[in-house]
């Protein structure tokens, strides 16, 4: 047997800050990029071969779930999903496609989609089932057309109540701009229209550009390229989804052709910075605006060319999840990176096709990148949270909130009413705690957002003055053993001296073991050591037999330690005059124990016949047959009188003479009997003869 030594170590997991769901993207020629670690890596691993427009999701922890190009759908086995043929996106559509997560479910998806130039097809959306297809996922609904006549151009942001989700199309040839808002019921039918930007229709390029969101739903842009070459900027609601105070932004290309002009934009993550990419025969421009200046005149004087670039024609841009925004050329296996885009100016840093996504002539890129819901890189949306600051070895701890943003105020519970001080309503405080221990420490925090509802953040913060306290006293275990401690929980990671970061581990071994911890930068650490103590070895032998008036004597072995017999001893030896089971349990002075068990079975033993019997009623020697417990496969007895008469037979082993014959007692003297069996060793068959003495 193994030493199992388990300690238990019971903590809190920190929430995580970062939103994930745009971890993955799959974009272009076979190209993609993984966002998981931090930072962008190549992911050539897609199957999507799109002109332009895209989108992919991936769950709240950054796995990916499934991407589409608008008109097919693969999974996260890179696999085309049950009925993911057929949706009435386009390749050649700027923005294909957005998927929306349904408020309130972690597995139905709408994928919403747009033809190109103006299509019949119109706008779109088809459901997605995560559960289905063994967790694969499932288009279990498809084309629910929402409106015919559209510009080739989606933008998805949150309602301001954080749950549910605006999704926004312009109307073709129209100044209206559609909103239709997902919610926990579904996609509602009727959209908000917004009226006072520019009708754009004609020729169908026209319906050409990527419309874009400011992560805090406050501002909309869309550019409108080609003909129209020029970005519209407006206000949002997100509130009740209207769109007002309509500007209107010139680019750096002048088009010579249709084909030419305003195609991508994007926000800053602090949603001061427009970005516009705009191309004309084979030179390319990134402009940046001053968006928060208001009007169009000074939005439009505080215009920057970030970049011209000579060689080659500029697509989409999109901000990532390490806040960054890269910018697509088409056809080229490089992307371009702003570094800083909050940054004015050359202070943005943008590195023109400096990130590598695969080879030149397989994984390139085309004129799109994903869309996601704007949201996503908003930092004020992600929930609020609390770290603890300051050495483990002191009561006295700091407190300090993730963000104070859309914050009105807050109260805070220490959990620790022996204090002088058990609330606080200052947004990072200090507490001292009264003693060591575990503390339920709560935060509300009252928001300034439409949603009238406040956010409670609990956690257990352990307060332990004393160092190296973590695992109580060294401990003499014993082989089999099982044990559980645990130390103080709250928010904990654990290193342990073999390297494992979880809960608990497992000691098989005599051996010194350490673990460190640590909260939130207080770190403690502390030393077990571990004598294994092996069990007593007892064996009672093989399973035996026994005749009758034989004993056998059980010997538990280790002198001198303590022994608990089923029979009710406590010697070492005991001494068996009787078929059954028998066990002992031994015990070391430490207190370890072990068991073993012996069956006693009836033996192959000789047949005996007793010679005399006294039928008289007293229990004793009452009747008269085989008197040995030995195993028979066949028996017989006859009892015969002294003229010859069978006055007795039996062919069970159990069953005994009484003295009588026709319900009446023989008289006192001789009888002769004759005995025939079979033992369970032996095949053959033996009959005995002899006599006994009826005695009264």
Known sequence: ??????????????????????????????????????????????????????????????????YTD?????????????????????????????IVRRPG??????????????????????????????????VIEKNINLYLGAHEKIGAV????????????????????????????????????????????????????????????????????????FVEIMDFDSKNGILSNARILKAQATPNDKNCGTYGTEFSPDNHQLYVTSFMLNQGFVDQFDVTLGTQAAIQASQIT????????????????????????????????IQNPNNRGAACNLNYKSLVIGDSATNYASGGLPSFVGSFFAEELFAFDFSRTGSCATTNVNFLMNKTKNADSVRWNFGDPSSANNVSTQFNPVHNFSAAGTYAVSLIVYKRDCTGLNDTIKKSIWINPVANNLLGPDRKLCAGQQLQTAISDGNTDIL??????????????????????SQEGCTQSDTLTVDYLPLPKVYLGPDSSICPGQTVVLDAGNPGYRYAWSSGESGETI?????????????????????????????????YMAGAFTPNGDGLNDGFGILTSTALVKYSLQVFDRWGELIFTTSEKHNRWDGTFKGKPMPVGTYTWILGYQTITDNQYYTRKGTVVLIR
């Open 575 to 607: 001494t068996v005059l009787q078929t059954g089971a028998y066990s002992v349990t031994v015990t070391t002075p430490d207190n370890c124990s072990a068991s073993d068990t012996i069956q006693i079975k009836p033996g192959v033993c000789d047949v």
């Open 105 to 138: 479910t972690d597995s139905i998806y709408y994928i919403f989609t747009i033809g190109a130039e103006n299509e019949t097809t119109g706008f779109c959306y088809s459901t997605v089932n995560t559960k289905k297809d063994n967790g694969y996922g499932d």
């Open 1 to 66: 047997m193994k030493t199992w030594l388990t300690y238990l170590l019971l903590f809190t997991s920190l929430f995580g800050y970062a939103q994930k769901e745009a971890n993955h993207w799959y974009f272009g020629h076979f190209a993609g990029l993984d966002f998981s670690s931090g930072s962008p890596v190549p992911d050539t691993d897609g199957m999507l071969i799109t002109d332009e427009g895209c989108a992919s999701i991936s769950d709240r922890n950054g796995n990916l779930l499934f």
């Open 306 to 337: 970030v970049l011209a670039d000579v060689d080659g024609t500029l697509g989409a841009a999109q901000l990532g999840p390490d806040k960054k925004i890269y910018i697509v050329s088409w056809n080229s296996n490089k992307l371009t990176v």
């Open 70 to 98: 608008g008109s097919v759908v693969f999974n996260r086995q890179h696999k085309l999903m049950p009925n993911g043929k057929g949706l009435k996106g386009n390749i050649s559509s700027t923005q294909s496609a957005v």
């Open 158 to 229: 949150l309602h301001c109540n954080q749950k549910d989700v605006w999704v926004v199309i312009k109307q073709w040839d129209s100044d209206a701009y559609l909103a239709y808002l997902v919610t926990n019921k579904g996609v509602t039918g009727a959209p908000v229209i917004s009226h006072g930007g520019i009708a754009v229709g004609g020729d169908n390029p026209n319906s050409i550009g990527v419309m874009k969101f400011s992560n805090d739903g406050s501002k909309m842009a869309a550019a409108n390229g080609y003909g129209g070459n």
């Open 496 to 517: 342990w001296s073999n390297g494992s970061t979880s809960p608990s581990i497992d000691i098989q071994a005599s051996g010194t073991y350490w673990v460190k911890i």
